[in-house]
C-alpha cells in the first residue's frame, strides 16, 4: 500500500475510498452491436428520470429501458454467450430484461491496488505493459515510457531467483526474448536508461514509497483455455469488429482468478482480485485504434484500463481524448464518465483543485443524465474537497 503520513489530509483519504473497490458480483452487460436507418436510439437507466440519445457499442444492463425511433434496426447481443444478434423493437420502449432472457453474474473487479500508482514522472521509463497484469502470451510484449535524452535503454526481466533476460534498445517496447517463462510464476520488470534513471524510481506525488507489485504472471494452461473459450463465443471471429473488441476488453479487465487456484500464483486471498488480464485488454483496444477506429468509448475505455493498472498520464490522456471526441448529446453518459473519471484520478494524486473541477463537470452530466442521487453524491465530494482546501493551507489549490 502507498505510505500516507499520519498527517494524512482528507483528499487523500477520500480518493483511495473512491479508487480501491473489492471485488462485486454483478449482472453481465449487453452491448449495442449496430445501428442502422434514419432516425435516433434512446436509453433510460434503470432508477434515472431520462431518455438519453445513444450510439451503438454502449453498455446495456438488465434494469434499463429501450427505444429505437421507428426505421431504425438496432441489434444487441444477449448474455451468457453473447453468441446470437437480436433485433430491437422500434417505435416502442423495450426492458432489456425483457429482450434478454438469460442474465448471468459476473465478477467487476476495483481500479487498482493503490501500491501500484504511479506513471506521472516523464523523466522515468515507467512501465506500461505488462504492469501489474496477469497475461495469456509467455512472449509478452513490453513497454515503457519514452525519456526525452535517453538514447539507449537496459531491460531486465527477473523471477524469485534472479535474472531471466537482459537486453538493450532504442526502442520504447520489444517483445520477450529470452529464457521460457513458467506459468503462475511472479516476474518482474525494470528499465534503465542511458542517463540514470529507472522505472524503479516511479511513483505517485508526495508517496514516501514508490510503486510497487508491478510484476505479472502468466496464466497456466488450465485458466488460458477457460478463457480461451469464453472469447470465442463472445467473438468467434477476429477482434476487429468493435463491439466485439470492447466487450472482450471488459471481460479481460474483469477477469480475476478462481479463489480455488491462487496458491499456484503464489498470490494472498487480500491481493489476487486485483490482478485482471488488463495487458492483454489493452492490446486489443490499442490495435483498434491502429486501424483507425478511433472513437470516445474506446479511449474512454483505455484510460479505465491504464488507471486499473495504476498509470496516471496514460489514464489522463486517454481520457482527455476522450472528451475532445465529443460531438452531441448521443456522448453525454461517457463525457461524464471521462470528467467523473478524471476528478478521481486528480483526488488519487492529492490534487483537490483539479479534482473539483471535473467533478464539478460530471455532476452537471449527472444532472442532465437524470440521476439526482449521484449529482447529490458528487456535490457532497466537492463540498468535502472544498472544505478540506480552505482548513489545511498545506493542500495545492
Not at 157 to 176: A, H, I, S
Not at 255 to 281: G, H, M, R
Not at 366 to 377: H, K, N, P, Q, R
Request: a positive charge; glycine letters at 6%; charged letters at 20%.
Amino acid at each position: 500500500m502507498i505510505y500516507i503520513r499520519k498527517t494524512v489530509k482528507l483528499v487523500l483519504i477520500l480518493a483511495f475510498a473512491i479508487i480501491t473497490l473489492p471485488l462485486s458480483t454483478v449482472a453481465q452487460t449487453v452491448r449495442i452491436h449496430s445501428i442502422s436507418g434514419q432516425g435516433k436510439v434512446r436509453v433510460q437507466r434503470e432508477k434515472r428520470t431520462e431518455w438519453i440519445p445513444v450510439r451503438q457499442y454502449i453498455d446495456l444492463y438488465q434494469g434499463d429501458q429501450i427505444l429505437p425511433d421507428r426505421g431504425v434496426r438496432v441489434y444487441v447481443k444477449c448474455p451468457p454467450d453473447y453468441r446470437n444478434l437480436v433485433l430491437v423493437k422500434a417505435g416502442v420502449p423495450s426492458g432489456l430484461g425483457s429482450i434478454c432472457i438469460s442474465w448471468a453474474n459476473q465478477d467487476t473487479r476495483g481500479s487498482q491496488a493503490e501500491e501500484t500508482i504511479g506513471g506521472i514522472d516523464p523523466s522515468i521509463p515507467y512501465l506500461i505493459t505488462p504492469r501489474h497484469s496477469l497475461l495469456l502470451t509467455a512472449t509478452p510484449l513490453i513497454r515503457w515510457n519514452k525519456v526525452s535524452g535517453a538514447k539507449e535503454y537496459t531491460v531486465e526481466v527477473t523471477d524469485p531467483t534472479g535474472l531471466m533476460w537482459r537486453t538493450k534498445t532504442r526502442e520504447t517496447q520489444l517483445v520477450y526474448a529470452g529464457k521460457p517463462l513458467k506459468p503462475g510464476v511472479s516476474y518482474s520488470i525494470v528499465v534503465q536508461t542511458d542517463t540514470g534513471k529507472s522505472s524503479e524510481d516511479d511513483a505517485a506525488p508526495n508517496a514516501q514509497k514508490k510503486a510497487a507489485n508491478l510484476g505479472f504472471r502468466i496464466l497456466r494452461k488450465s485458466e488460458a483455455a477457460l478463457v480461451q473459450v469464453k472469447v470465442a463465443k463472445i467473438s468467434p471471429t477476429p477482434l476487429d469488429n468493435e463491439a466485439s473488441a470492447l466487450t472482450v476488453a471488459d471481460f479481460y479487465s474483469n477477469y480475476v482468478l478462481p479463489q480455488s487456484v491462487i496458491q499456484a500464483y503464489n498470490l494472498s486471498a487480500n491481493t489476487f482480485e486485483t490482478y485482471s488480464l488488463t495487458s492483454d485488454a489493452i492490446a486489443i483496444l490499442e490495435s483498434l485504434l491502429q486501424q483507425g477506429k478511433q472513437s470516445l468509448l474506446i479511449y474512454r475505455t483505455l484510460g479505465d484500463l491504464y488507471w486499473q493498472t495504476g498509470l496516471i498520464r496514460p489514464a489522463e490522456a486517454n481520457y482527455l481524448k476522450a472528451i475532445s471526441l465529443v460531438q452531441g448529446l448521443e456522448d453525454l453518459e461517457d463525457w461524464t464518465l471521462a470528467q467523473y473519471s478524471l476528478g478521481q484520478l486528480y483526488a488519487a494524486i492529492d490534487n483537490p483543485k483539479q479534482a473539483v473541477e471535473y467533478y464539478s463537470q460530471a455532476r452537471l452530466g449527472y444532472i442532465f443524465l437524470g440521476d439526482s442521487t449521484l449529482a447529490e453524491v458528487l456535490q457532497r465530494r466537492i463540498d468535502r474537497f472544498k472544505k478540506t482546501a480552505v482548513n489545511d493551507p498545506s493542500i495545492k489549490k
